[in-house]
Each structure stands twice: as C-alpha cells, then as structure tokens.
C-alpha cells in the first residue's frame, strides 16, 4: 500500500528458495498497486497456467525464463522479459518474426542460441553475475553494475565466453573486465 511506484512481483525460486505458489500469484494480481508478476520459475506449465488465470491489460505475465521463451510466445504469451533478451533483442525480435510468419527453422535456430547463451551465463568457475557481466562488456555495454563482492575472471575464462558468443554467431568486441 505505501509504494509509490506500481510494483512488478518477481518469481525466481533458483535464486530466492521461495516459489510463488499458484493461489499467492493469484492473490497478488489483486492488488491494486501489483501491476504483474515475472515469473522465471522454469516451469512451462505452471508459467503458461499462470498466464492463462492472471493475465490481462492490467495485469501483466512475464516469461523470465530464457529458454522458455519460444515456447511462451508460440503459445500466444506476448510478454518477456530476461537477461537473454535483454541483452540480444536481436535474438527475440527474429524469433517474434519468425513465429509470426510461421518459420519453424528459423525459431528452432534462434531457441538454440538462445539456449546457448544461459549456458555461457552459467560457464563455471564463475556465477551467473560475473559472466552476465563479463559477456556484457563483451558485447560492448560497458561495465555493468553488480553487487559484490565477486572473484575477478581470468583472461582464459573471458577468452572462452568470447569464442562461445562467436560460436553462436554473436560478434565479441574482445573487451572485458
């Protein structure tokens, strides 16, 4: 109630151990001051079944989960928002087109990379953060704020996400921290 500011609740239970269960979403589409839910839960029929209760013009589903992604929009689910896209729209505007016009080869190749760039954000030694970060720079975004405190990559861990973003035809400026 005291927010000023219309609020956006965020499912990721990887990250928070707590899910949002079905009958908590749809006590929070609600209220009047939650305008939608991201929900990066992973799981595509609970995320298709959240989107088919709650979403409206005033309430918002978002897909958060990347690799659900072209799935969700096949399914007639508009709404994403992930670091993945965030980062290449590139990559959700050609899928968009593709399903639009009904080019399964096409959404096949973009859902492989998209798929291909959760696993560069989850290259090991380093946290999703880090490598978010460092990918990020990569791509030429400059340096991305993240709460620490984190290790510092080491030239080979950067060199890898550098020829894995060329391996999936993404262009590296070869910058980063």
């Known amino acids: 109630e005291a927010s000023p500011l219309p609020i956006l609740a965020y499912h990721i239970p990887s990250m928070t151990g707590n899910p949002i269960s079905a009958s908590t979403a749809d006590s929070i589409c609600e209220h009047p001051n939650v305008v939608g839910i991201k929900d990066?839960?992973?799981?595509?029929?609970?995320?298709?079944?959240?989107?088919?209760?709650?979403?409206?013009?005033?309430?918002?589903?978002?897909?958060?989960?990347?690799?659900?992604?072209?799935?969700?929009?096949?399914?007639?689910?508009?709404?994403?928002?992930?670091?993945?896209t965030g980062l290449f729209p590139d990559l959700e505007r050609r899928l968009r087109e593709a399903i639009a016009v009904g080019d399964p080869e096409t959404v096949a190749d973009v859902s492989r990379r998209i798929c291909r760039v959760v696993e560069l954000f989850r290259s090991e030694p380093h946290t999703l953060p880090v490598n978010v970060r460092i990918i990020a720079r990569l791509i030429g975004l400059g340096e991305l704020g993240a709460s620490g405190p984190f290790d510092e990559p080491d030239e080979r861990h950067v060199a890898e996400l550098a020829h894995g973003l060329d391996g999936i035809g993404i262009r590296s400026t070869g910058d980063a921290p």
């Open 40 to 84: 990066s839960g992973g799981d595509l029929v609970s995320s298709l079944s959240t989107h088919r209760r709650l979403a409206s013009d005033e309430f918002r589903v978002f897909q958060g989960a990347a690799p659900l992604v072209p799935t969700s929009l096949a399914a007639g689910c508009p709404d994403t928002m992930c670091t993945v």
